[in-house]
């Protein structure tokens, strides 16, 4: 048989059995993938003890997830999603974040409080709870690919997962927010996608990328993708097992979405006409499309071309019912923030922007991987000899194509990009070792082994970028500036957040990055948090700091502030402050306070600045 004729989900390479053989046969892939990512965990927890020890939270959504916890396990109702601590001059801010995300981390805090009392109880969830996460990732990812090349290659795939950066900043110990359930969710959808097409495999679909929208909408194109696949799979062969899966999807889809709203939100939850996340017009939206489709699976047509409209047409009816029932998701979650907001906030978080506002280092680590398991996926494709590998391997490649492309645009979504790379880049570097091997020279099968590492997702772009770096050498200059955009919250050492907690409680200003932490650390409540529901809070924040300087006070009064507390030399507040040598910020940090401000002094490192708001006369 020639090599192009080798199945692709057969063993590449098989060994010949030998003894100890039964010995081997115990590293079942479930097994390697769990032992796999326990060693990483192991490595995670050691690497960052003392951000575990110190509770060192780099991302403000991470801060903020704990303080929804908290108040749910302090009494606060399951269907109150509401955080009253954020703009309370303004009856507070209700998120847009799902129970889901929120129920493991109380669980596990309220089943550990009685033995370690909830401060130690926090940090151990907040340990262990992403990595366990991973844990079950990994787990998906072995069984879900394994279909792609047999045993041997769903035992690789762990070390391809764990190689992936993206994807484990998603699951280290303390990354408590909802990314990570994003990743593992879309994956089970992938793993659905590569089974035998029925409609049980549909409806487990269907309810994983339902599972999926009710924690972040932002999961809304993946899912378009895999509708997208059924109906075209369904459309071009006319099987009825495809036509199964498809109804079966989008029927698990629909009954999903209204079940886990429901479950997680309560009526208000079906009522809300939200376009940040899943509500009354995604719903309606879903329903449109699953009864369209399930009459015409029903009259099954029996040409190609009519199939392929209608399937069009539903789709084009689900897409206007969002709209219909609430025009504002025609211009996106993010439409209706006020332009100084976008300007001084949005525009720097580079998780939402287009890779091309990133570093160019950032943009060789995001592409590489995807590229990889792009050229892994079609050259496996072509060496597939049976018709169920080339339509596995079709399905990776359209579905690692329309990742990419979406991580190109939004680059929070590069996670499950580089999670559909891994099946192409595994298989890439199954058959470069395979080949490797077979080299008689000690010193190039050596060299040639080794090159199995870059098509490891992290090693094979750091080796793009360590190459560029050296041809390009205003590249290193670029990687020193990739600090910018963290927030700076060392200044909340533990002396200056006791010296907060004993003052009375305030609603605090302070600089939009900064407002979680300090929910986090302290008792008080803040006018604004990094969260675009609090869209007006968030204006006036940013006015009052860099707007005109004889409307701030006002501005202050009008939300009830009491207490200003900054970082001098955050990124943002940095940000404000070169904004105008007029601005309140530049004000403050040139030691030139207004006269309605007094300074307060705090124990602790100084790093941090507090100013009372003087009574009005």
Not at 6 to 11: F, G, L, N, Q
Not at 68 to 96: E, I, S
Not at 393 to 420: K, M, Y
Request: with cysteine; proline share 6%; aromatic share 8%.
């Amino acid at each position: 048989m020639t090599e192009a004729a080798v199945p692709a989900s057969a063993d590449i390479g098989q060994p010949v059995s030998r003894p100890g053989g039964a010995r081997l046969s115990w590293f079942t892939p479930v097994r390697v993938a769990l032992i796999v990512w326990t060693a990483l965990s192991i490595v995670l927890i050691v690497a960052r003890w003392h951000a575990i020890v110190t509770i060192e939270l780099r991302d403000t959504d991470d801060a903020m997830r704990m303080v929804q916890v908290r108040d749910l396990l302090a009494g606060q109702g399951w269907w109150d999603l509401t955080q009253y601590r954020v703009n309370p001059a303004g009856g507070g801010v209700l998120m847009h974040w799902s129970r889901i995300a929120d129920a493991p981390l109380a669980l596990g805090i309220l089943l550990l409080r009685p033995l370690f009392g909830q401060p130690l109880a926090e940090q151990i969830v907040m340990t262990l709870w992403p990595l366990m996460l991973g844990a079950a990732l990994s787990v998906a990812c072995t069984l879900g690919y394994r279909s792609l090349g047999g045993r041997r290659f769903a035992c690789a795939v762990p070390f391809y997962l764990v190689a992936a950066g993206f994807i484990i900043l998603q699951l280290r110990p303390l990354r408590v927010d909802h990314h990570g359930w994003q990743i593992f969710f879309a994956m089970l959808i992938m793993g659905q996608a590569l089974r035998p097409a029925s409609g049980r495999a549909g409806l487990f679909a269907g309810l994983s990328a339902a599972a999926l929208l009710a924690i972040s909408i932002e999961g809304l194109p993946i899912v378009a993708l895999f509708a997208g696949l059924a109906g075209l799979r369904w459309a071009l062969h006319a099987r009825d097992a495809d036509r199964a899966r498809l109804v079966g999807y989008l029927g698990g889809l629909a009954g999903g979405a209204l079940l886990f709203q429901f479950l997680t939100r309560g009526p208000a939850g079906l009522a809300g006409r939200w376009c940040d996340s899943l509500s009354a017009p995604y719903i309606a939206a879903f329903a449109v499309a699953v009864l369209a489709v399930f009459l015409i699976a029903r009259a099954d047509p029996s040409r190609r071309w009519v199939r392929v409209l209608t399937l069009g047409g539903a789709g084009a009816m689900s897409a206007a019912t969002l709209v219909g029932v609430e025009p504002l998701c025609a211009a996106g979650p993010f439409a209706t923030l006020d332009p100084i907001v976008v300007k001084y906030w949005y525009a720097g978080v580079l998780e939402g922007q287009p890779l091309w506002a990133s570093s160019i280092t950032t943009a060789i680590l995001v592409v590489v991987p995807s590229a990889l398991g792009l050229a892994g996926a079609s050259l496996a494709w072509r060496a597939s000899a049976g018709a169920d590998d080339r339509r596995n391997w079709t399905t990776v490649i359209v579905a690692l194509a329309g990742a990419a492309a979406l991580s190109l645009l939004v680059l929070r979504s590069v996670g499950t990009a580089h999670l559909f790379a891994l099946p192409g880049c595994a298989w890439l570097g199954l058959r470069i070792w395979d080949r490797a091997r077979r080299i008689a020279s000690p010193l190039p099968r050596v060299l040639a082994s080794a090159s199995v590492a870059l098509t490891l997702p992290l090693p094979g772009g750091m080796a793009v970028a360590g190459a560029a770096s050296l041809a390009l050498p205003q590249l290193k200059a670029e990687q020193q500036e990739e600090v910018k955009g963290v927030p700076d919250l060392n200044c909340l050492d533990p002396a200056t957040v006791a010296a907060l907690n004993r003052l009375p409680q305030a609603t605090i200003l302070t600089p939009i990055d900064l407002g979680a932490p300090l929910l986090f650390w302290t008792h008080h409540a803040v006018v604004a948090t990094p969260h675009h529901r609090g869209r007006e809070a968030m204006a006036d924040t940013l006015r009052i700091f860099i707007g005109d300087p004889a409307k701030a006070e006002a501005l202050v009064r009008k939300q009830q502030a009491t207490l200003v507390v900054y970082c001098p030399t955050a990124n943002d507040f940095s940000t404000y402050r070169r904004a105008s040598n007029a601005d309140l910020a530049a004000r403050l940090y040139a030691g030139r306070a207004p006269d309605w401000l007094e300074r307060m002094p705090i124990p602790g490192n100084r790093r941090l600045a507090v100013w009372r708001v003087k009574s009005e006369r």
